[in-house]
């Protein structure tokens, strides 16, 4: 049987929790090399595009790909497709748009686990959109936080997002007029923003940067988009990212740090090395820490499985039955 | 809305008439450069893999993707998913298994109409699987053929395969005994074969060939598949694939013609070319031509359309709503 997952559905099926714990497993399967993530695929089309990003994770037991596509003017569709890694059994469908949001956050909460002090209880957050709330809501997931900072450039979403986030999350959250009072004592700097259209846009400014402060960033995932400075890159003591790959092929501020100098690839490390105690983590309150993420299929699958699961548990969903014939070979 | 077409929808609405036109459109569009056909993904599991096959067609409206797996011992499944290239909803998830058979014999259906002599009459076909059935339909839907000589090593195999056959397209079906007895006195040669596992996996050797024979071949789509010598590529004098560069790349029988010194890449063409009066085809009844295919993406998606379009006007088909949200970027 395959099982249908609508926006509303999956909506019901996230935990933040579940979908951190199954990127987890998926990202340590990934580091034993028990996991297949090719480049992603990319076709154009006249007004838009389509990316195929498939995925195998052989111990978790399922492999398949997500499908997106941004069509010009018009907005942008994500679809998953799961498939049981034995029998080949197309298991779900879902919608993947809020989730994509939602395995961002996740994946930025490994991040925050592994770098930040654990005692971190204040958050600067630039940025009020969707992925500001979901890397939010990852962050007060993994760590006690009890007073949250946010900056965005219209006074109306930073107090919307305040007002609606605090009662989510049940945390203090107060809306700053400026980036600087925002992130000015956080222990932990959260940066998801979309300013690549901006005469600045440069969202975060290493010398803003203050000792202890962990960073994280998820809004550079073009060559295009900029959110963080090169200064940053020099002061981070210690830098994680998902997939260095992409990272680097990808990100307009990692390419900006490296026509500055100042990104030395031999000492960033990859999220799924940190888990296995392959990479450096922070050793001292005062180290300067980043992660910085452009997100991959492993995130999409792994939390298309937790999602999958909670939707059995609740019983979402609609069942569309077994609608492939198997041939036999 | 999304229709999920079964496996007995797409039955239903494959016309293979309809899939030649879909195909022949997708084609030209491709020679064209409206069409987008990136190279195919493979992923492996640890007892099978994952192939995903993009492709958008511009000006037939649609892009989308088949997405096919095969595990170890049990059998393959496969899914197209098609969506509209203008607002990028997604039209249809359809089974594909036999519709990836039909394809193929389209395919084949326009090779012989491009490079068969208008009045052949006679098909000798090797070969009584899926694929011997869909490329016999698809060569009796653009000749006017009266006799079928069909051979496979098993006896009642090759004697279901004209019973069955001959009812479905009302024509004289015969088996044989020999290969050679198909094939002699044929306009038409059909090889669809699955012969590579065998001591000789070679099942139309060139001496056989006869002038003005055209022979079609779709068995050998893997390095390690084979089912025409090297002598048949020596000898015919016009020579058609799908896709050169896949050829070339993926079938056994084209490894051994060019290890043989027989494969001259300067004087193969594509189908494409040849639709849009690109490529030298006939010029004499007494030429042997050949056409040799693999399969691509634009075949998958144009037939998907050819499905959908039918499976609408037939009402066929599970609506499963609109279950992907818009996101507006």
Redesign the interface.
């Known amino acids: 049987m395959t099982l249908?997952?609508?926006?509303h559905d999956v909506d019901q099926a996230i935990k933040m929790p579940a979908l951190i714990a199954s990127i987890e497993d998926g990202l340590r399967e990934d580091a034993r090399g028990r996991a297949?993530?090719?480049?992603r695929?990319?076709?154009?089309?006249?007004?838009?595009w389509?990316r195929?990003m498939?995925?195998?994770l052989?111990e978790s037991g399922i492999?398949?790909?997500k499908?997106f596509?941004?069509?010009g003017g018009?907005?942008?569709?994500?679809?998953i497709?799961l498939?049981d890694?034995?029998?080949?059994?197309?298991l779900a469908?879902m919608?993947a748009?809020?989730l994509t949001a939602a395995r961002t956050g996740a994946t930025t909460g490994i991040g925050t686990k592994l770098l930040s002090r654990e005692d971190s209880r204040k958050v600067g957050l630039i940025g009020s959109g969707l992925e500001a709330r979901t890397n939010l809501e990852a962050i007060c997931t993994v760590r006690d936080i009890q007073l949250v900072r946010v900056f965005s450039t219209t006074p109306e979403k930073r107090e919307a997002f305040a007002r609606e986030m605090a009662a989510k999350l049940e945390t203090e959250i107060v809306p700053v007029a400026t980036p600087q009072e925002a992130v000015a004592e956080a222990d932990i700097v959260m940066v998801a923003t979309n300013t690549g259209g901006r005469p600045d846009p440069v969202a975060f400014h290493g010398e803003w940067l203050q000792a202890g402060q962990h960073v994280s960033s998820m809004g550079s995932t073009m060559p295009r988009q900029r959110e963080l400075d090169p200064e940053t890159f020099a002061r981070a003591e210690r830098i994680l990212v998902d997939s260095k790959a992409q990272v680097e092929e990808e990100s307009g501020d990692v390419h900006e740090a490296m026509k500055a100098g100042v990104y030395d690839s031999d000492r960033v490390y990859e999220l799924k090395q940190a888990l296995v105690g392959e990479a450096p983590l922070r050793s001292s309150a005062g180290q300067i820490t980043l992660f910085k993420s452009v997100g991959n299929a492993i995130q999409d699958l792994a939390s298309g499985l937790a999602v999958y699961r909670e939707a059995q548990r609740l019983s979402l969903g609609?069942d569309?039955?077994d609608?492939?014939?198997?041939?036999?070979?």
Chains 1, 2 share one sequence.
Do not use: H
């Not at 297949?36 to 480049?39: I, R």
């Not at 018009?74 to 679809?79: N, T, V």
């Not at 890694?85 to 197309?90: A, E, H």
């Open positions: 249908v997952l609508n926006a297949n993530v090719p480049q695929l990319n076709v154009t089309t006249d007004s838009g389509l195929v498939p995925a195998v052989n492999m398949g790909f499908a596509q941004i069509m018009l907005g942008a569709r994500y679809l497709a498939y890694v034995k029998d080949g059994v197309l469908l919608d748009s809020y609609q569309i039955g609608f492939m014939d198997l041939k036999t070979v």
